[in-house]
């Protein structure tokens, strides 16, 4: 992909705010960070028209609570045409890392984040969202 160059004016404090941006991200440059800050406006824009999206959801819980993993995978099977695949790790005796891979409408999405975040014992659960097309 070709890159433009172009030359912007910014306040100080802006221009600082960006360069603490930059080194707490350990972007190489200036440039890296703008883009990589655009295209996740893009991305959350698409959210929002609930345009077609790609991510992942992450989950943390733990897999020795009865009847956890069952309500779980009804959840899964409810947006069963947005769940690509799920891989579990199990961590430690009562820790178990999921993460499932998701693709389809972002209102979607969330809807298939929130019905898991519902589900009583999960301790964490994050979804990303990117742009599919």
């Known amino acids: 992909m070709s890159v433009t160059r172009f030359g912007i004016s910014i306040e100080q404090d802006l221009l600082e705010a960006l360069d603490e941006y930059v080194k707490e991200n350990r972007f190489s440059n200036r440039s890296q960070a703008i ?3 655009i295209s ?5 824009h698409k959210w929002q028209c609930n345009n077609q999206v790609a991510g992942s959801i992450t989950l ?3 897999p ?3 009847e956890l993993l069952t ?3 009804h959840v899964l099977e409810e947006f069963h045409a947005e769940v690509l695949s799920a891989q579990r790790f199990f961590l430690e005796k009562n820790k ?3 993460i499932i891979a998701v693709k389809g409408i972002a209102k979607r ?8 975040v519902t589900v009583k ?3 964490h659960c994050k979804l990303s969202m990117s742009r599919a097309k």
Do not use: V
């Open 35 to 37: 883009r990589h800050l």
């Open 40 to 44: 996740r406006n893009i991305i959350e």
């Open 60 to 62: 943390f819980y733990d």
């Open 64 to 66: 020795e609570k009865r």
């Open 71 to 73: 309500q779980i995978n």
């Open 96 to 98: 178990c890392l999921e």
């Open 109 to 116: 999405l969330t809807a298939l984040s929130d019905a898991l």
């Open 121 to 123: 014992g999960i301790h």
